[in-house]
Nanobody, 125 residues
Framework: QFELVESGGGSVHPGGSLRLSCTNA????????IGWFRQAPGREREGVGC????????FIIDSVKGRFTISRDDAKNTIYLQMSSLEPEDTAVYYC??????????????????WGQGTQATVSS
């Protein structure tokens, strides 16, 4: 299957951390642009950050800059979204997506053809 698989979600207190993982058994994720998106209750899905194929570029939105980091483990064919200093506003279902390789990654959903089912991250006291 070409559906991506996210894991690592859970419930934490404000200020806590989670590391989300994204992998696939057939796609070599190093060859794709990877995006992380999230959808909070009652809100539109938004892009959080992305990394291009072969690590040529990366981007993270301002609201999570300094708190969230995207990284790869190519040996495990896995992309990570490390989330620290979590706030209640970060509560959402988080999705990863794989798209056509381009030098500059994008948070435009239409550029991604493969998606996961999402993993829930809940931040509350």
């Amino acid at each position: 299957q070409f559906e991506l698989v996210e894991s690592g979600g859970g419930s934490v207190h404000p200020g806590g951390s989670l590391r989300l993982s994204c992998t696939n058994a057939r796609l070599v994720l190093y060859d794709y642009n990877i995006g992380w998106f999230r959808q909070a209750p009652g809100r539109e899905r938004e892009g959080v950050g992305c990394i291009s194929d072969r690590d040529r570029s990366s981007f993270i939105i301002d609201s999570v800059k300094g708190r969230f980091t995207i990284s790869r483990d190519d040996a495990k064919n896995t992309i990570y979204l490390q989330m620290s200093s979590l706030e209640p506003e970060d509560t959402a279902v988080y999705y990863c997506a794989a798209g056509v390789p381009r030098r500059l990654c994008s948070l435009v959903e239409g550029t991604y053809g493969y998606w996961g089912q999402g993993t829930q991250a809940t931040v509350s006291s």
